[in-house]
């Protein structure tokens, strides 16, 4: 159970890691009064950063992240309860 519970620590960080790099990215392409905050954002990143840059996958790999982490808590949720 620790196991799987670190792998979702790991997927949780990789995520978090990766929306800072998309934060950074919409950071650089908008104006001063514009810049999305680094502890305050939401969904509307995904929106923004693909205005920017539509071939990018970095939105991609933040879903399949965020889908692996909420997989592993429902595995988790899983060894607990049976």
Not at 20 to 29: A, E, G, S, V, Y
Not at 40 to 45: A, D, P, Q
Not at 57 to 73: C, D, H, M, P, R
Request: aromatic share 14%; glycine share 4%.
């Amino acid at each position: 159970m620790i196991v799987i519970a670190l792998i979702g620590g790991a997927f949780a960080l990789a995520a978090n890691l990766l929306a800072f790099t998309i934060i950074d990215q919409i950071n650089q392409k908008v104006p001063e009064g514009q810049k999305v905050h680094w502890f305050f954002w939401g969904t509307e990143i995904k929106k923004k950063h693909r205005a920017f840059y539509p071939h990018s996958k970095l939105v991609s790999v933040l879903n399949i992240l965020t889908l692996l982490l909420v997989a592993t808590f429902l595995v988790e949720c899983w060894f607990v309860l049976y």
